[in-house]
């Protein structure tokens, strides 16, 4: 069972990373199938309500500094979803947060923050899209994670790394 839903998982991913990377948004029946296959896995033994509700917490917390800071960069108060985040993005953060510990949860956001940012970078020059496909770059991040689990044995989502 545990093999099924993730395999589900990567699909589901897999079709986030497509339909952001080609419209730049990704169907909304998506992000609730991803919520309902993560929180499968997170039922599994072992998930602690806790570190839910830390990560829930957390996207809030970078969300609202968000606002706060491009609102007194821009001297107004400022819709951060028009043109600096995106709801979509929120919404994956939300989806897959009870895939992590809470420790691991913050790593992958600022390592995922890195990767894409970096990433989409060097492919700028290929491409002339300017906005960052945010959710679909890290989806893919999840799927490589869910196979260096797979394929190391090592649990990057909820082993504490961070002591």
Same mark, same amino acid.
């Given at each position: 069972?545990?093999l099924?839903?993730?395999?589900?998982?990567s699909v589901?991913?897999?079709?986030?990373?497509?339909?952001?990377w080609?419209?730049?948004a990704?169907s909304w029946?998506?992000?609730?199938?991803?919520t309902?296959?993560?929180?499968?896995i997170f039922l599994?033994?072992?998930?602690?309500?806790?570190? *839910?509700?830390?990560?829930l917490?957390?996207? &809030?917390?970078?969300? @609202?500094? /968000?606002f706060?800071? !491009?609102? %007194?960069?821009?001297?107004?108060?400022?819709?951060?979803?028009?043109?600096h985040?995106?709801?979509?993005d929120?919404l994956?953060f939300i989806?897959?947060?009870?895939l992590f510990?809470s420790?691991?949860?913050i790593?992958?956001f600022?390592?995922?923050?890195?990767?894409?940012?970096?990433?989409?970078?060097?492919i *700028?020059?290929?491409?002339d899209?300017k906005? &960052?496909p945010?959710? @679909?770059y /890290?989806?893919v991040y !999840?799927? %490589?994670l869910q196979c260096?689990?797979g394929?190391?044995?090592?649990?990057?989502?909820?082993?504490?790394?961070?002591?």
């Amino acid at each position: 069972m545990n093999l099924i839903l993730h395999i589900l998982l990567s699909v589901l991913l897999g079709l986030a990373f497509y339909q952001d990377w080609k419209f730049r948004a990704i169907s909304w029946l998506v992000f609730p199938l991803i919520t309902i296959v993560a929180l499968l896995i997170f039922l599994q033994p072992g998930g602690a309500w806790s570190n *839910l509700g830390s990560n829930l917490t957390f996207v &809030i917390v970078v969300i @609202g500094s /968000l606002f706060i800071y !491009v609102s %007194m960069r821009e001297k107004k108060l400022t819709n951060i979803f028009e043109n600096h985040f995106g709801i979509g993005d929120v919404l994956f953060f939300i989806a897959i947060s009870p895939l992590f510990g809470s420790t691991n949860f913050i790593l992958f956001f600022i390592s995922g923050m890195i990767l894409s940012g970096t990433f989409h970078l060097i492919i *700028l020059k290929k491409v002339d899209q300017k906005t &960052i496909p945010l959710a @679909g770059y /890290l989806s893919v991040y !999840v799927v %490589m994670l869910q196979c260096s689990v797979g394929l190391s044995g090592i649990d990057f989502f909820t082993r504490n790394f961070i002591q």
